[in-house]
C-alpha cells in the first residue's frame, strides 16, 4: 500500500529545525529479529544497524505526530481513539534513548493540552508511575518536556491534579529539578508545581513547604526576570496564603520569599510590580502595626476636640536607682 508520509529532518532530542518533504513511501511492517542471537558478530552488527534504523524511523514518526498535532486538532482525538496512548506511554518504559523520549514526550504533552478527557485516557495509560524515573535521565530535553506535559496536566480537573499529589515520586521529582535543573527544566516544573498549589488542599501545601518549594521560588523571583513565571509563582504564593494564613505567613518571610516580593513590588512590570504589593498590603503590611498597638495611647473623648489621648498606667511597682556607680 502506497501512501503519503512525511519525512522529517530534525535534532532528534529537541525537534528543533524541523523540515519536512512530503514523499510516497510504501507501509510496511517492522522486521522482528530473532530472539536467539548467536555470536557472529556479523549478525550482531546487522541488529545494532536495525536497531538504529528502527529507533531513528521512531523518532521520526513521532516528530512527525507532534507537527500534526499542531495543526490539526483532530489527529489527537485520533490518535486517542486508535488507542495508542497506552503505546506511546509503553515506550517511555522500555526506552533510556532521549532520541525516542523527547518526542514521545512532546506528543503525549500535545495530547493532554488537547482536551481534559484525552489527559484522563494518558493518565490511565500509567503514565504518572513512570514519569519519576524519566525525570532521572541527563537529558535536559527530555526532562523539560516531562516536567511540562506535567504542567498541562495540573491545569486540568481537580481529579487529575490529585491524581499527580498521589503519584509516588512524582512531587518529589518535581521538587528536585526545582531546586538544582537547569533554568529551562526549573521553570518548567515550577509551573507545574504553582498549578497543582493553586488547586490543592492544606496538608499537601505543608508538605510542599516542609520539602522546600518556597526556597527554590526564591531564585526564580530573584535572578531571570521572567513576568510570566513570576505571576504563576505569586499566585501560588497567594494561593498559599489564602489557605493557610498563620503559617503560610512565617513559611512565605522564612524561606526568603517575602523578602524577594518586597523587591518584585518595584519591579518595572507593571502586572508583577501591583500584584506583589498587593500581597504585601493584604498578608504582610500590618503585621508592625500589630505588634505594636499595645503601646500607643488609648483615644477618650473630651468637650473641645471630641477626642483626647488617655495614657494607660503603668502595671507594677516602679523603682527609681539613683545610685551612681
Not at 514519569?131 to 506535567?150: H, K
Not at 518595584?266 to 498597638?293: C, H, K, P, R
Request: aromatic share 6%; glycine share 6%; hydrophobic share 45%.
Amino acid at each position: 500500500m502506497t501512501v503519503e508520509v512525511m519525512d522529517v529532518d530534525v535534532n532528534f532530542e529537541t525537534g528543533e529545525n524541523m523540515v519536512f518533504q512530503a514523499k510516497k513511501a510504501d507501509m510496511r511492517p517492522m522486521q522482528v529479529m530473532d530472539d536467539a542471537i548467536g555470536e557472529d558478530d556479523e549478525l550482531e552488527d546487522e541488529e545494532n544497524d536495525l536497531l538504529d534504523e528502527q529507533v531513528l524511523t521512531l523518532c521520526d514518526s513521532c516528530w512527525a505526530l507532534v507537527e500534526m498535532t499542531l495543526h490539526d486538532s483532530a489527529v489527537v482525538g485520533g490518535i486517542v481513539s486508535a488507542g495508542l496512548c497506552p503505546r506511546l506511554v509503553e515506550l517511555l518504559y522500555i526506552s533510556q534513548s532521549s532520541i525516542i523520549l523527547a518526542p514521545v514526550l512532546r506528543l503525549l504533552g500535545n495530547i493532554v493540552s488537547a482536551e481534559i478527557s484525552f489527559s484522563q485516557a494518558v493518565i490511565e495509560a500509567k503514565l504518572l508511575e513512570v514519569i519519576p524515573s524519566v525525570m532521572t535521565t541527563t537529558s535536559r530535553a527530555v526532562r523539560e518536556e516531562a516536567c511540562w506535559m506535567l504542567s498541562n496536566i495540573a491545569g486540568g480537573q481537580e481529579e487529575q491534579v490529585v491524581a499527580i499529589m498521589n503519584a509516588p515520586g512524582v512531587i518529589a521529582g518535581l521538587v528536585e529539578q526545582m531546586s538544582w535543573a537547569e533554568y529551562g527544566v526549573k521553570r518548567e516544573a515550577t509551573w507545574a508545581m504553582c498549578n497543582i498549589i493553586v488547586r490543592a488542599n492544606v496538608e499537601f501545601i505543608k508538605e510542599a513547604v516542609r520539602m522546600g518549594v518556597l526556597q527554590s521560588f526564591c531564585p526564580l523571583l530573584d535572578e531571570w526576570e521572567d513576568p510570566m513565571v513570576e505571576l504563576v509563582i505569586l499566585e501560588a504564593i497567594e494561593s498559599l496564603l489564602q489557605k493557610d494564613p498563620q503559617e503560610g505567613r512565617i513559611a512565605v518571610e522564612e524561606s526568603g520569599c517575602l523578602a524577594k516580593i518586597e523587591e518584585l513590588s518595584y519591579d518595572q512590570n507593571d502586572d508583577v510590580s501591583s500584584m506583589a504589593s498587593q500581597l504585601i498590603d493584604t498578608w504582610f503590611d500590618n503585621e508592625g502595626d500589630e505588634a505594636d498597638s499595645s503601646l500607643a495611647p488609648a483615644v477618650v473623648g473630651t468637650e473641645q476636640t471630641g477626642e483626647a489621648l488617655n495614657f494607660q498606667p503603668v502595671q507594677g511597682d516602679v523603682q527609681f536607682n539613683f545610685n551612681q556607680s
